[in-house]
């Protein structure tokens, strides 16, 4: 067996960010742009996402409508990608007849 002991901590659930946040608002969405008031239903959302190394500190969260950070759920990337991919195909790069 391995000597595993690395604490990581990884807080998923920040309150203090959510209170800094908070206690700056109105702050532009993350998502959207337009200002987050304190009396709107907001979420605390990540401006470099988690899974590419961004943390729960912030300077790398900012606050969005509730609305936004539920229809952003990471499908916006995706979609952008497969946008690319066939901007790419349409324009003929791949496909080049020498
Ligand atoms: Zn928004």
């Keep these: 067996m391995s000597q595993h002991h690395r604490r990581t901590k990884h807080t998923t659930h920040a309150p203090k960010v959510r ?19 304190a009396e ?11 899974s590419q190394g961004g ?3 912030i300077s790398n969260c900012g606050p969005a409508h509730s609305i936004c950070n539920l229809k952003s759920g990471g499908r916006m990337g995706a ?19 020498w």
């Design 19 to 37: 209170e800094q946040i908070a206690a700056r608002l109105p702050l532009p969405c993350v998502e959207c742009g337009h200002p987050v008031h």
């Design 40 to 50: 709107q239903s907001w979420h605390v959302a990540h401006i470099v996402p988690a």
């Design 55 to 57: 943390r729960t500190t």
């Design 79 to 97: 979609a952008v990608t497969n946008r690319r991919r066939r901007a790419v195909r349409d324009s003929g790069e791949g496909i080049r007849k």
